[in-house]
Nanobody
């Protein structure tokens, strides 16, 4: 069983930056690929970024490439999402998710955090 707790959300102006953190319980954090998803009001949850278990591979949805950076510190059981050049369309609840696999996927995540709100004002 893996429990995930996100933090770092908030209100920021267009062009600003935020860093989200997600800390996982369990001793096998380093075995799991991790990902960030987001859900805006009235929209489906969408994949934002993913990182492999060892941190050597990342994947990003096109709308955040070049602006967001996904990283992890397996010694601290924590994954990060550095978000720069934020836009109003980035406004959403952001969720951390853990896979049962080591490789990145945009689907099939087994464990989810409670979400953290990110609001970008225009």
């Amino acid at each position: 069983q893996v429990q995930l707790v996100e933090s770092g959300g908030g209100l920021v102006q267009t062009g600003g930056s935020l860093t989200l953190s997600c800390t996982a319980s369990g001793r096998t954090f380093g075995w799991y690929a991790m990902a960030w998803f987001r859900q805006a009001p009235g929209k489906d949850r969408e994949f934002v970024a993913g990182i492999s278990a060892g941190g050597g591979s990342t994947d990003y949805t096109d709308s955040v490439k070049g602006r967001f950076t996904n990283s992890r510190d397996n010694a601290k059981n924590t994954v990060f999402l550095q978000m720069n050049s934020l836009k109003p369309e980035d406004t959403a609840v952001y969720y951390c998710a853990a896979s049962s696999r080591a490789t990145i996927s945009r689907y099939g995540y087994n464990y989810w955090g409670q979400g953290t709100q990110v609001t970008v004002s225009s």
